[in-house]
């Protein structure tokens, strides 16, 4: 059974960091590529970042420079490091991992940020 469980939510003034981290059981990790997605309410789910089974990285236009993915294949984890946070942040962040037609999905976890 996989299973991607997310913490590090919460509430946080503009300008203040947050980390998210995402635990995956149930995949051969090192072999996906992995992501944090998001949905504010209103809007359609976007990527925010994923960094592939070779270490490769993509960002959102909106988040580059403020955010940095990371992946720890031994401990079959990724964290999300969320800097220079703006109230257009706010949003429910989906962990997701890929892999061919695999796709998968962690429950979410809320950021909010005040102005």
């Known amino acids: 059974q996989v299973q991607l469980v997310e913490s590090g939510g919460g509430l946080v003034q503009a300008g203040g960091s947050l980390r998210l981290s995402c635990a995956a059981s149930?995949?051969?990790?090192?072999?996906?590529?992995m992501g944090w997605y998001r949905q504010a309410p209103g809007k359609q789910r976007e990527l925010v970042a994923h960094?592939?089974?070779?270490?490769?990285?993509t960002y959102a236009d909106s988040v580059k420079g403020r955010f940095t993915i990371s992946r720890d294949n031994a401990e079959n984890k990724i964290v999300l490091q969320m800097n220079s946070l703006k109230p257009e942040d706010t949003a429910v962040y989906y962990c997701?991992?890929?892999?061919?037609?695999?796709?998968?999905w962690g429950q979410g976890t809320q950021v909010s940020v005040s102005s």
């Open positions: 997701n991992a890929a892999r061919w037609r695999d796709r998968y």
């Open positions: 149930g995949i051969i990790f090192s072999s996906y590529t």
């Open positions: 960094i592939t089974s070779g270490g490769d990285t």
